[in-house]
């Protein structure tokens, strides 16, 4: 019942928008009722936290199995592989990522945001301090955070917002690019 629910709340979420999911509505669609939804949640927020962390958790679960072994690899197979995986992480359901993007501030969830984002980072600067005579970086908090940004900006707009308009080759393009602006900062 409660994966119903979630998967009820993605699917208005997606198709209508937060303002248009109410209890009543997400209990309806789930083919559960108002009563037993509240025994599981006690909000519609909770719900869009729920699918929040449900997204994350997919999208973490990819990253981690797409990462492994990346610690190893120089720096530009690296950082490409790391910009290719964070296009990889956008694509994975962009609609309903594009709907709790914009979602996330009302609900509050963004210190689970903030846990998944410093994962992310986390795994930036241990590259970084392990390949650090590769570098010419001095300081490997700013510069995870340059690149962390920078390829989270790029990755969120392209596959977000152009995806429509951006053929595989352009994506393929996009990433080339990227990588080389991440390298270029990163290299001496």
């Known amino acids: ?20 999911a109410s209890t009543n509505r997400i209990a ?17 927020e909770a719900l869009v936290a729920a699918v929040i962390e449900r997204h994350q ?15 190893a690899e120089p720096v530009d197979k690296a950082v490409r592989k790391l910009v290719t995986v964070a296009v990889k992480a956008h694509r994975v359901d962009p609609r309903l990522h594009r709907v709790l993007a ?6 509050g ?15 930036f600067s241990t590259y ?20 962390v940004t ?7 707009n392209a596959v977000l917002h152009y995806s429509t308009v951006l053929t595989d080759a352009m994506m393929e393009a996009l990433i080339d690019e990227a990588a080389r602006l991440v390298t270029g900062y990163l290299k001496r």
């Open 150 to 156: 920078t390829i989270e900006a790029l990755t969120h």
């Open 128 to 147: 970084l301090e392990r390949h650090r005579d590769e570098l010419r970086i001095d300081d490997v908090g700013l510069a995870s955070y340059v690149c």
């Open 28 to 44: 309806a669609v789930a083919g559960v009722s108002v009563g037993s939804l509240y025994q599981y949640f006690p909000s519609k």
């Open 102 to 107: 914009e979602q996330i501030p009302r609900v």
């Open 109 to 123: 969830e963004l210190e689970k945001l903030e846990t998944f984002n410093r994962e992310n980072f986390t795994l």
């Open 57 to 71: 958790r997919e999208i973490m679960q990819m990253v981690r199995c797409e990462l492994a072994g990346v610690l």
């Open 1 to 20: 019942m409660v994966d119903a629910l979630i998967e009820a709340t993605a699917r208005i979420l997606v198709k209508e928008g937060f303002d248009k």
